[in-house]
């Protein structure tokens, strides 16, 4: 039984070793390993097992013979078990550089774990290619760390959560909004810029909620049931929290509706606002000024200041609610000058 069980860890600590120090670039022989487990666990083994060991990996295709090794030489093997591509950890790795509100040190660690999913030669590249990170962020990073692990075990658990919601007051400090408690059904967590959202239902509300994760407070996942999206009072909300995963647009919550506008510009820069999959060419004008689009939003003060951020560029052409609220709002903030 022991020698069983002296083997069964010498191979799981070839393997390692060989999921560290060899890829397709870099190999071992049964030497180099040799001289690994006696460095690093203190195993002692002669080649001849290190090679059995090694063949057993072969055949569960973990690990390859280097190319053109003859059986009876020892050329070496490399671990060929990696899940991803170089330029597949590289895209991980600067979506997870441009990830606002956490610290350098976080996204610098998470960024070292990534890096680790390949073997040294590609580990090597993506250390010489790796986005340089100075931004600090203040006591942010801790909520948002601690609120996304708590929320996504509520979301995995199917069960309510309950907290305090914060935003910032003119000296920057947290303030606790006039809401009180939050008790909340919690759905989907998602990411709009900078920031993550949970998206929630909460009793008496008439649409589904989003809270910005980094101002949660005091998270407390309840023993109650979420109320699944397709039982909700307000109606089954299935494809509406779909759309909030495939949806950039920061119109987050509000009745569904389709905006037409003419657009005197480039149309990826409507894409970039409201989302590629919620733009959609019509016609162009007839007078040769721009083209017309079709966007599909939720109605409410996000929609809003996203056309206002599109400038004189645009105009809006219906539907009246929409056209008469967007020039009540202009002529309001020509008032004011």
């Not at 991803?84 to 660690?109: C, H, P, S, V």
């Not at 990826?268 to 079709?294: C, H, I, M, P, Q």
Request: hydrophobic residues 35%.
């Amino acid at each position: 039984m022991a020698n069983k069980e002296g083997g069964r860890k010498r191979l799981l600590a070839i393997l390692d070793i060989l999921k560290k120090h060899s890829d397709a670039e870099i190999h071992m022989t049964s030497e180099d390993i040799r001289k690994k487990l006696m460095e690093d666990y203190d195993i002692e083994a002669d080649r001849r097992s290190i090679r059995t060991d090694v063949k057993a990996l072969i055949e569960f295709e973990l690990v390859e013979d280097a190319p053109n090794c003859a059986k009876r030489d020892d050329r070496g093997c490399f671990y060929c078990g990696q899940a991803f591509d170089d330029w597949e950890l590289k895209m991980m790795i600067d979506g997870i550089a441009q990830t606002g509100y956490f610290k350098a040190e976080t996204l610098n660690r998470i960024i070292d774990q990534v890096a680790d999913l390949s073997g040294p030669s590609s580990r090597q590249l993506l250390t010489e290619n790796r986005p340089v990170l100075e931004t600090e962020i203040d006591d942010s990073d801790f909520y948002l760390s601690l609120n996304l692990d708590a929320l996504m075990g509520a979301i995995k658990q199917r069960k309510q959560v309950r907290f305090q919601y914060f935003k910032l007051d003119e000296k920057k400090k947290p303030a606790l909004t006039g809401e009180g408690i939050h008790v909340v059904n919690p759905y989907v967590i998602t990411k709009r810029g900078f920031f993550y959202y949970l998206v929630t239902y909460k009793d008496g509300d008439q649409f589904i909620r989003p809270f910005r994760i980094d101002r949660i407070r005091n998270v407390e996942v309840l023993k109650e049931k979420r109320i699944p999206p397709e039982r909700l009072p307000i109606g089954d909300m299935t494809s509406e929290l779909k759309a909030y995963r495939k949806n950039n647009t920061d119109s987050f919550t509000g009745q569904s509706t389709s905006v037409e506008v003419l657009w005197e510009d480039e149309p990826s820069v409507l894409y970039d606002v409201f989302g590629l999959s919620n733009v959609e060419f019509v016609r162009a004008d007839k007078d040769g000024s721009g083209r017309v689009f079709v966007i599909k939003v939720q109605k409410n003060q996000g929609l809003y200041h996203n056309l206002l951020r599109l400038g004189s560029k645009l105009t809006v052409l219906g539907p009246a609610s929409v056209k008469d609220e967007y020039v009540s709002m202009v002529r309001e903030i020509c008032g004011k000058y």
